[in-house]
């Protein structure tokens, strides 16, 4: 009993230890957020300043069109959620419930492109969208990630834990596999739904290098690649940079506190076996 109390104490002070190491840079950000230029460069670094100020936020607010950048990064990354979650569900469904030649082969194709760096297509990618007349557009953003290796992999391990009684009952009834997939199967989906739109949203609103590739305009930047031009331009404001970053973290972190729930049991409920 001794040795389990002690070594439950011990797990306690980890964890604890563990969680103000990812804490801390958060917490850094937020504070130096609120600093003065010359308290945030001085060395050596310290956490807390003497006097606090709102002037990074005005300033970042006045200096690039910061509403744009909002406005542009929803509109990117709500379709590309929208598109690819229900692209993914639907060729995971297929993988996972429908019978057809050279499915395990498609599948392992699908699970490949996975390991492809975004580096290695990207300027391909660019010749396409501009032989299409895509640049500085919010299809050219959204078009080629409307669908995503990981979306699909993932929901086919939710698809394949549904007990097949309820497809089989359902062509019983004269559904077809559309009507299957949408009035069935999908309603049954909505917690790992739910964490596959919170990775892409998460991945596609903090995305820098792609809207950075396919846009060049300033009134189409998204908040990152805005922020990365900002920081190139004005190498000595640090603090309206930690402002933006702060200002771009609110709507992830909104969004993760009331899909909590959600996010934890469909990340659970995708790792189930088959």
């Not at 391909?124 to 959204?142: H, R, V, W």
């Not at 404001?237 to 402002?243: D, E, L």
Request: net charge positive; glycine share 6%.
């Amino acid at each position: 009993m001794k040795k389990l109390t002690i070594g439950n104490i011990s797990y306690k002070i980890f964890m604890v230890i563990v969680l103000i190491i990812i804490i801390f840079p958060f917490f850094w950000l937020l504070v130096s957020s609120f600093k003065m230029e010359k308290d945030i460069i001085s060395y050596p670094p310290k956490i807390f300043a003497d006097k606090y100020t709102f002037e990074n936020y005005l300033k970042v607010w006045t200096t690039i069109p910061l509403l744009s950048y909002i406005k542009n990064t929803i509109i990117f990354a709500g379709g590309v959620v929208i598109t690819s979650v229900f692209f993914d569900s639907l060729a995971a469904y297929a993988f996972a419930r429908m019978n057809f030649k050279g499915k395990n082969i498609l599948f392992y194709l699908v699970l490949l492109t996975m390991m492809i760096p975004f580096q290695v297509f990207m300027i391909p990618l660019f010749i396409e969208i501009n032989k299409m007349s895509l640049l500085d557009s919010y299809i050219g953003l959204i078009l080629p990630r409307m669908t995503s290796a990981f979306g699909i992999f993932m929901m086919r391990s939710f698809f394949v834990s549904l007990p097949k009684d309820l497809e089989e009952a359902a062509r019983v009834d004269g559904l077809n596999e559309f009507k299957i997939f949408y009035k069935i199967m999908l309603p049954l989906c909505k917690p790992a739904l739910l964490t596959l739109g919170i990775f892409t949203l998460m991945n596609n609103w903090n995305d820098l290098l792609y809207p950075l590739l396919l846009t060049s305009k300033t009134e189409m930047r998204t908040l990152p690649a805005g922020l990365a031009l900002f920081t190139g331009q004005h190498i000595s404001f640090y603090g309206p940079v930690m402002a933006g970053t702060v200002i771009s973290m609110i709507p992830l972190l909104l969004v993760y506190i009331f899909a909590q729930k959600y996010f934890v049991q469909g990340v659970v409920m995708s790792g189930m076996k088959e």
